[in-house]
């Protein structure tokens, strides 16, 4: 079984920073695509930006500049450094994962998993 935690979440003032890391866990064959979503109170859940294994990245409009992930492939995890933060950042923040899983006695399968999600909040 794979799994992803979380943690760094947390409060900050407005123009502040916070750094979140997730980490994947099991039996894990490979890790592909990590990436990092966001759900506000009351709105649909959206993509914040990616990372695919080879490093490429892809970020929303709104975080452009100010967010950057990063992945350590050695150790499964994916961080997210989130710099001049704004009130419209709170949200809960679930990491998210492509992952080959192995399997016994052998070969593996093709997973997408899912963080718990943790809280940032953002005030002015």
């Known amino acids: 079984q794979v799994q992803l935690v979380e943690s760094g979440g947390g409060s900050v003032q407005a123009g502040g920073s916070l750094r979140l890391a997730c980490a994947a866990s099991?039996?894990?064959?490979?890790?592909?695509?990590m990436a990092w979503y966001r759900q506000a109170p009351g709105k649909e859940r959206e993509l914040v930006t990616r990372i695919r294994n080879e490093g490429r990245t892809y970020y929303a409009d709104s975080v452009k500049g100010r967010f950057t992930i990063s992945r350590d492939n050695a150790n499964n995890t994916v961080y997210l450094q989130m710099n001049s933060l704004k009130p419209e950042d709170t949200a809960v923040y679930y990491c998210?994962?492509?992952?080959?899983?192995?399997?016994?006695?052998?070969?593996?399968?093709?997973?997408?998993?899912w963080g718990q999600g943790t809280l940032v909040t953002v005030s002015s």
């Open positions: 998210n994962a492509d992952v080959y899983e192995s399997m016994w006695p052998s070969g593996y399968r093709s997973l997408e998993v």
């Open positions: 099991g039996n894990i064959f490979r890790v592909n695509v």
